[in-house]
């Protein structure tokens, strides 16, 4: 069982920027994906970005595409989401997930999940 525990969340302004961390409890594998995926009040959760750990593959959704960078660490394994240029409508909690296959982007593939970190963009 992998356990995540994201951290980084807070207030900031539009135009702020943030980065959030998620720490993996235990060794993760080349072929696994790590995203980042976000939840506003009543919507749906929707992917974010997404890293594979062994072979520098990124994705983004096209709502933050030129904004965020996810990017990650294996020594620690940890990914971080570094968000610029943060608009009201990127407030939501922000969640790790990963799953254990390469190119994971929909959120039923993903088998673990941390509990999620607040991000709040004031307007």
């Known amino acids: 069982q992998v356990q995540l525990i994201e951290s980084g969340g807070g207030l900031v302004q539009a135009g702020g920027s943030l980065r959030l961390s998620c720490a993996a409890s235990?060794?993760?594998?080349?072929?696994?994906?790590m995203a980042w995926f976000r939840q506003a009040p009543g919507k749906e959760r929707e992917f974010v970005a997404a890293?594979?750990?062994?072979?520098?593959?990124?994705y983004y959704a096209d709502s933050v595409k030129g904004r965020f960078t996810i990017s990650r660490d294996n020594a620690k394994n940890t990914v971080y989401l570094q968000m610029n240029s943060l608009k009201p409508e990127d407030t939501a909690v922000y969640s790790c997930?990963?799953?254990?296959?390469?190119?994971?982007?929909?959120?039923?593939?993903?088998?673990?999940w941390g509990q999620g970190t607040q991000v709040t963009v004031s307007s």
């Open positions: 997930a990963v799953a254990k296959r390469v190119g994971a982007r929909r959120r039923e593939s993903f088998d673990y």
């Open positions: 890293t594979s750990w062994g072979g520098g593959s990124t």
């Open positions: 235990e060794r993760t594998f080349s072929t696994w994906t």
